[in-house]
């Protein structure tokens, strides 16, 4: 699996999460990966876990370049990719031009086209704020 077709399964594990958490349902991390994952896979458990980690901090982030919008206002598919993208762009390694595609590129496929330019002007805002 190529790294496009891992972060859909991230966004998918993410999904599942903040559905718990919203219902306030009890869950294992690891277990919610294994209903997804076949195998084991760094790539995925480090951004998963780091999302889940940081959180707050990434929702701070996203908050502050939404413009007019707060994250909790969007839907559970559309947080999980603004999350990911956040979390790639802020706490990784990742080149910021692909974390950013990377993001767009889900939300072409899973989000509206309001939400899909939503995120990449936040994400793109992120980018410009920490390269000043």
Known sequence: MNRSE???KIMTILYQIFLY???N???DVNDVIKETMDIENDFVNEIVNGVIEYKNDI?????KNLKDWTIDRLGKIDQAILRMGI???????VPEIVAINEAVELAKEYSDEKVKNMINA?????YHEDNK
């Open 6 to 8: 891992l972060r859909k």
């Open 21 to 23: 958490d919203a219902s």
């Open 25 to 27: 349902i009890e869950y």
């Open 59 to 63: 929702d701070k982030i996203a908050n």
């Open 87 to 93: 979390y790639e762009l802020v706490y990784t390694d």
């Open 122 to 126: 936040t994400l793109d805002s992120i």
